[in-house]
């Protein structure tokens, strides 16, 4: 086992609250941008959860009357959210670069393990065979050429991409005014693309 896959196995119990300050206000926000971005999602609809860790996205989805299956290469990871999914979702062990579902799904999301893809314009491909809708995911700009990722999800057949900066924290905890504050600081153009160029992700939304 590798050293990265050790971490994960030892710290996949609670990982979404040890990773994440406010993992609330995170997760909320996430499953928002999830459902809204790009193009709605319906009730009913199935987002699949590729790299899914514990599983800590899912009941915000849930809630948000759609079905969940979560999908992760490290066992007690999927463990972690089996037990936090109890009766409400699915959740499987498979690799991010060969899993597949073996029924089309709604959306495809891939969060804080896009880097771990063998090769972007494959898994792009591969993720636009088995999805209806779009492919969700996040995107650190400083890391990673918008244009080249744009061009490969276009290439892979999706039709539309949608960029939308995330701005609520990670690792600190902040005061609801605080955390309006940084929601509204997303729509606001060229502040935003200023602080991408330091710290904060891009969503992004390919739409088939």
């Known amino acids: 086992m590798s050293d990265k896959r050790e971490q994960y196995a030892r710290k996949a119990a609670g990982w ?41 996205l899912g009941p915000f989805l849930v809630g948000r009357g759609l079905r969940y299956r979560g999908v992760d290469g490290e066992p007690a990871m ?12 699915q959740v499987e062990v498979g690799d991010l670069n060969t899993w ?3 029924e089309r799904v709604a959306a495809t999301t891939v ?24 492919l969700v995911f996040d995107l650190n700009p400083r890391r990673s050429a918008i244009a080249t990722v744009t061009d490969e999800l276009r290439a892979a057949g999706f039709r539309h991409v949608e960029l939308r900066p995330f701005f609520v924290p990670q690792s600190r905890r902040l005061p609801g005014a605080a955390l309006a504050a940084l929601k509204g600081l997303e729509r606001s153009g060229p502040l935003a693309r200023v602080a991408l160029r330091h710290r904060f992700t891009y969503f992004v939304a390919a739409v088939r």
Not at 19 to 45: C, F, K, S, T
Not at 111 to 125: N, P, V
């Open 16 to 56: 979404s609250d040890g990773e994440y300050a406010n993992a609330r206000a995170y997760l909320e926000h996430r499953a928002a941008l999830v459902a809204g971005l790009g193009v709605p999602l319906r009730p009913g609809d199935e987002v699949l959860d590729l790299a899914c860790g514990d599983g800590g």
């Open 111 to 134: 969060f804080r393990a896009i880097y771990y893809a063998d090769d972007h314009a494959a898994l792009f491909r591969r993720v636009a065979g088995f999805t209806e809708r779009k």
């Open 78 to 89: 999927a463990d972690a959210a089996r037990a936090r999914l109890a009766r409400i979702a």
């Open 100 to 102: 597949e579902p073996t």
